[in-house]
Protein backbone atom coordinates (compact mmCIF):
# COMPACT_ATOMS: atom_id res chain seq x y z
CA UNK A 1 0.00 0.00 0.00
CA UNK A 2 1.27 3.19 -0.89
CA UNK A 3 -1.17 5.61 0.43
CA UNK A 4 -2.64 6.18 -2.83
CA UNK A 5 -6.06 4.40 -4.00
CA UNK A 6 -7.42 4.54 -6.95
CA UNK A 7 -11.19 3.30 -8.18
CA UNK A 8 -12.09 1.64 -10.61
CA UNK A 9 -9.56 -0.89 -11.36
CA UNK A 10 -10.96 -1.54 -14.13
CA UNK A 11 -13.38 -0.23 -16.39
CA UNK A 12 -14.90 -1.05 -20.08
CA UNK A 13 -16.58 1.36 -21.97
CA UNK A 14 -17.95 2.05 -25.00
CA UNK A 15 -16.86 5.14 -27.33
CA UNK A 16 -20.07 6.84 -26.15
CA UNK A 17 -19.89 6.62 -22.65
CA UNK A 18 -19.30 8.86 -19.88
CA UNK A 19 -17.42 7.34 -16.95
CA UNK A 20 -14.99 9.04 -14.02
CA UNK A 21 -11.95 7.72 -12.74
CA UNK A 22 -10.98 8.72 -8.96
CA UNK A 23 -8.09 8.81 -6.87
CA UNK A 24 -7.58 9.37 -3.63
CA UNK A 25 -3.84 10.01 -1.38
CA UNK A 26 -3.83 10.13 2.62
CA UNK A 27 -0.38 11.17 2.96
CA UNK A 28 -0.60 14.73 3.40
CA UNK A 29 0.20 15.62 -0.01
CA UNK A 30 -0.60 18.70 -1.69
CA UNK A 31 0.36 17.72 -5.77
CA UNK A 32 -1.57 15.53 -7.66
CA UNK A 33 -0.95 13.89 -10.98
CA UNK A 34 -2.55 11.85 -13.80
CA UNK A 35 -0.64 9.81 -16.13
CA UNK A 36 -1.52 7.63 -19.08
CA UNK A 37 0.74 4.22 -19.02
CA UNK A 38 0.74 2.70 -22.64
CA UNK A 39 2.35 -0.65 -23.62
CA UNK A 40 6.22 -0.30 -24.26
CA UNK A 41 6.03 3.31 -24.00
CA UNK A 42 7.50 5.41 -21.18
CA UNK A 43 4.75 6.74 -18.81
CA UNK A 44 3.08 10.01 -20.21
CA UNK A 45 2.49 12.96 -17.78
CA UNK A 46 -1.03 14.09 -18.21
CA UNK A 47 -1.97 16.57 -15.34
CA UNK A 48 -0.58 18.39 -12.42
CA UNK A 49 -2.16 19.78 -9.64
CA UNK A 50 -0.54 21.91 -6.77
CA UNK A 51 -2.67 23.07 -3.90
CA UNK A 52 -6.06 22.30 -5.81
CA UNK A 53 -4.84 24.52 -9.21
CA UNK A 54 -3.89 22.76 -12.30
CA UNK A 55 -0.75 23.75 -13.43
CA UNK A 56 -0.09 21.21 -15.97
CA UNK A 57 -2.23 19.84 -18.96
CA UNK A 58 0.20 18.31 -21.22
CA UNK A 59 -1.87 18.69 -24.45
CA UNK A 60 -3.85 16.26 -23.94
CA UNK A 61 -7.47 16.16 -25.99
CA UNK A 62 -10.40 17.74 -24.09
CA UNK A 63 -12.23 14.40 -24.00
CA UNK A 64 -10.48 13.95 -20.92
CA UNK A 65 -11.16 16.58 -18.37
CA UNK A 66 -9.62 16.90 -14.92
CA UNK A 67 -11.03 17.98 -11.62
CA UNK A 68 -9.58 18.22 -8.52
CA UNK A 69 -11.87 19.20 -5.05
CA UNK A 70 -9.37 19.21 -2.49
CA UNK A 71 -5.83 18.05 -2.07
CA UNK A 72 -6.81 14.31 -1.37
CA UNK A 73 -9.01 13.60 -4.35
CA UNK A 74 -8.32 13.72 -8.40
CA UNK A 75 -11.12 12.81 -10.53
CA UNK A 76 -10.35 12.24 -14.70
CA UNK A 77 -13.72 12.46 -16.53
CA UNK A 78 -13.93 10.52 -19.59
CA UNK A 79 -16.08 11.24 -22.32
CA UNK A 80 -16.31 9.89 -25.93
CA UNK A 81 -12.90 8.31 -25.96
CA UNK A 82 -11.37 6.81 -28.63
CA UNK A 83 -10.11 2.90 -29.05
CA UNK A 84 -6.58 4.28 -28.80
CA UNK A 85 -6.78 5.65 -25.73
CA UNK A 86 -7.29 2.33 -23.55
CA UNK A 87 -4.43 1.88 -21.42
CA UNK A 88 -3.22 2.25 -17.23
CA UNK A 89 -3.94 5.32 -16.08
CA UNK A 90 -1.88 5.90 -12.93
CA UNK A 91 -2.44 8.40 -9.99
CA UNK A 92 0.13 9.92 -8.11
CA UNK A 93 0.78 12.39 -5.28
CA UNK A 94 4.04 14.20 -3.65
CA UNK A 95 4.56 17.47 -1.46
CA UNK A 96 3.75 20.30 -3.75
CA UNK A 97 6.61 21.33 -5.74
CA UNK A 98 7.43 18.20 -6.72
CA UNK A 99 11.21 17.94 -5.73
CA UNK A 100 11.26 14.24 -4.62
CA UNK A 101 9.11 10.95 -4.46
CA UNK A 102 6.11 10.61 -6.23
CA UNK A 103 3.78 8.08 -5.15
CA UNK A 104 1.72 5.89 -7.00
CA UNK A 105 -1.72 4.36 -6.76
CA UNK A 106 -2.44 1.00 -8.53
CA UNK A 107 -3.96 2.08 -11.59
CA UNK A 108 -7.00 1.43 -13.74
CA UNK A 109 -7.03 0.07 -16.57
CA UNK A 110 -9.58 1.13 -19.21
CA UNK A 111 -11.05 -0.27 -22.03
CA UNK A 112 -12.24 1.71 -24.54
CA UNK A 113 -14.69 -0.62 -26.79
CA UNK B 1 12.21 17.80 -25.48
CA UNK B 2 14.58 15.89 -23.05
CA UNK B 3 14.72 12.04 -23.19
CA UNK B 4 15.35 9.24 -20.54
CA UNK B 5 16.20 5.88 -21.66
CA UNK B 6 16.72 2.67 -20.69
CA UNK B 7 19.41 0.45 -22.50
CA UNK B 8 17.89 -2.90 -23.04
CA UNK B 9 13.68 -3.46 -22.59
CA UNK B 10 14.09 -7.04 -21.22
CA UNK B 11 16.59 -8.63 -19.33
CA UNK B 12 16.75 -12.47 -18.04
CA UNK B 13 18.71 -13.35 -14.86
CA UNK B 14 19.21 -16.67 -13.05
CA UNK B 15 18.22 -16.35 -9.36
CA UNK B 16 21.04 -15.84 -6.60
CA UNK B 17 22.96 -13.67 -9.59
CA UNK B 18 23.45 -10.09 -9.60
CA UNK B 19 21.34 -8.09 -11.77
CA UNK B 20 22.33 -4.63 -13.66
CA UNK B 21 19.75 -2.44 -15.22
CA UNK B 22 20.80 0.87 -17.35
CA UNK B 23 19.57 3.86 -18.25
CA UNK B 24 20.52 6.94 -19.93
CA UNK B 25 19.39 10.45 -19.87
CA UNK B 26 19.93 13.70 -22.24
CA UNK B 27 19.54 16.18 -19.92
CA UNK B 28 22.65 17.69 -18.73
CA UNK B 29 20.02 19.82 -16.30
CA UNK B 30 19.22 16.50 -14.58
CA UNK B 31 19.94 16.55 -10.65
CA UNK B 32 17.74 14.26 -9.12
CA UNK B 33 16.68 10.24 -10.07
CA UNK B 34 14.68 8.00 -9.36
CA UNK B 35 13.79 4.45 -9.81
CA UNK B 36 10.86 2.75 -9.37
CA UNK B 37 9.74 -1.09 -9.77
CA UNK B 38 6.20 -1.60 -11.09
CA UNK B 39 5.29 -5.11 -10.53
CA UNK B 40 2.28 -6.88 -12.72
CA UNK B 41 -1.18 -5.26 -11.65
CA UNK B 42 0.08 -2.65 -9.36
CA UNK B 43 1.49 0.95 -10.23
CA UNK B 44 5.28 1.63 -9.66
CA UNK B 45 6.76 1.34 -6.33
CA UNK B 46 9.73 3.60 -5.23
CA UNK B 47 13.05 1.58 -5.31
CA UNK B 48 15.81 4.20 -4.67
CA UNK B 49 17.19 7.76 -5.06
CA UNK B 50 19.94 9.77 -6.25
CA UNK B 51 20.91 13.40 -6.42
CA UNK B 52 23.53 14.62 -8.52
CA UNK B 53 25.67 15.67 -5.85
CA UNK B 54 26.37 11.98 -5.54
CA UNK B 55 27.87 9.13 -7.49
CA UNK B 56 26.63 5.65 -5.75
CA UNK B 57 24.09 5.33 -3.23
CA UNK B 58 23.07 1.77 -1.82
CA UNK B 59 20.18 0.44 -0.53
CA UNK B 60 18.85 -2.94 0.89
CA UNK B 61 20.22 -5.16 -2.07
CA UNK B 62 20.40 -2.61 -4.36
CA UNK B 63 22.60 -0.21 -5.38
CA UNK B 64 22.56 2.84 -7.88
CA UNK B 65 25.21 3.94 -10.09
CA UNK B 66 25.59 8.12 -11.33
CA UNK B 67 27.61 8.49 -13.67
CA UNK B 68 27.33 12.62 -14.87
CA UNK B 69 29.82 12.68 -17.58
CA UNK B 70 28.15 10.19 -19.99
CA UNK B 71 24.75 10.90 -18.31
CA UNK B 72 24.31 7.66 -17.28
CA UNK B 73 22.33 5.68 -14.41
CA UNK B 74 22.41 2.23 -13.15
CA UNK B 75 20.63 -0.40 -10.81
CA UNK B 76 22.33 -2.88 -8.99
CA UNK B 77 20.33 -6.12 -6.99
CA UNK B 78 22.38 -8.06 -5.24
CA UNK B 79 21.24 -11.63 -5.37
CA UNK B 80 18.49 -11.28 -7.51
CA UNK B 81 15.22 -13.10 -6.47
CA UNK B 82 11.61 -14.06 -7.99
CA UNK B 83 9.97 -11.23 -6.35
CA UNK B 84 12.35 -9.04 -8.44
CA UNK B 85 10.69 -10.10 -11.01
CA UNK B 86 8.70 -6.91 -12.61
CA UNK B 87 9.97 -3.54 -14.99
CA UNK B 88 12.35 -0.73 -13.40
CA UNK B 89 11.89 2.47 -14.58
CA UNK B 90 14.39 4.77 -14.26
CA UNK B 91 13.32 8.17 -13.78
CA UNK B 92 14.74 12.61 -13.66
CA UNK B 93 13.98 15.90 -13.07
CA UNK B 94 16.01 19.20 -13.00
CA UNK B 95 15.80 21.53 -10.34
CA UNK B 96 13.14 24.19 -10.56
CA UNK B 97 11.17 21.64 -12.24
CA UNK B 98 8.28 19.17 -10.30
CA UNK B 99 8.21 17.04 -13.43
CA UNK B 100 9.39 13.48 -13.79
CA UNK B 101 10.19 11.99 -16.96
CA UNK B 102 10.26 8.73 -17.04
CA UNK B 103 12.12 5.67 -19.25
CA UNK B 104 10.39 3.54 -21.26
CA UNK B 105 11.49 0.45 -18.99
CA UNK B 106 13.29 -2.67 -18.49
CA UNK B 107 11.43 -6.20 -17.97
CA UNK B 108 13.45 -8.28 -15.51
CA UNK B 109 12.16 -11.64 -15.43
CA UNK B 110 14.48 -14.22 -12.67
CA UNK B 111 14.95 -17.66 -13.54
CA UNK B 112 14.65 -20.35 -11.30
Known amino acids: ETGVTQTPRHLVMGMTNKKSLKCEQHLGHNAMYWYKQSAKKPLELMFV???????ENNSVPSRFSPECPNSSHLFLHLHTLQPEDSALYLC????????????FGPGTRLTVL | GESVGLHLPTLSVQEGDNSIINCAYS??????FIWYKQESGKGPQFIID?????DKRQGQRVTVLLNKTVKHLSLQIAATQPGDSAVYFC???????????FGAGTTVTVRA
Open chain 2, 50 to 54: IRSNM
Open chain 1, 49 to 55: YNFKEQT
Open chain 2, 27 to 32: NSASDY
Open chain 1, 92 to 103: ASSQAGGRGEQF
Open chain 2, 91 to 101: AENSSGDYKLS
